[in-house]
């Protein structure tokens, strides 16, 4: 999938806009500075696997 690119000033004047295709089209987004990406906006979905994904391999590694 592709990832979108938005400005800070996107963000600003679009936030509802982008906030809707990443959470109902589950498009991530990355969000750019001065031609530099500073963050991704992602489901919120994604990030729960992940992060339970990653709190499991802890639990793994600290089970070891």
């Given at each position: 999938m592709e990832?979108?690119?938005?400005?800070?000033?996107?963000l600003r004047k679009g936030m509802?806009?982008?906030?809707d295709r990443t959470r109902?089209?589950?498009e991530a987004a990355a969000i750019?500075?001065?031609?530099?990406t500073v963050a991704y906006l992602?489901?919120?979905?994604?990030?729960?696997?992940m992060a339970r994904r990653h709190?499991?391999?802890?639990?793994r590694h600290e089970a070891a």
């Open positions: 990832t979108k690119t938005y400005t800070t000033i996107d509802g806009e982008i906030l109902i089209a589950g750019t500075r001065k031609g530099k992602v489901p919120a979905e994604w990030f729960e696997q709190q499991s391999h802890e639990d």
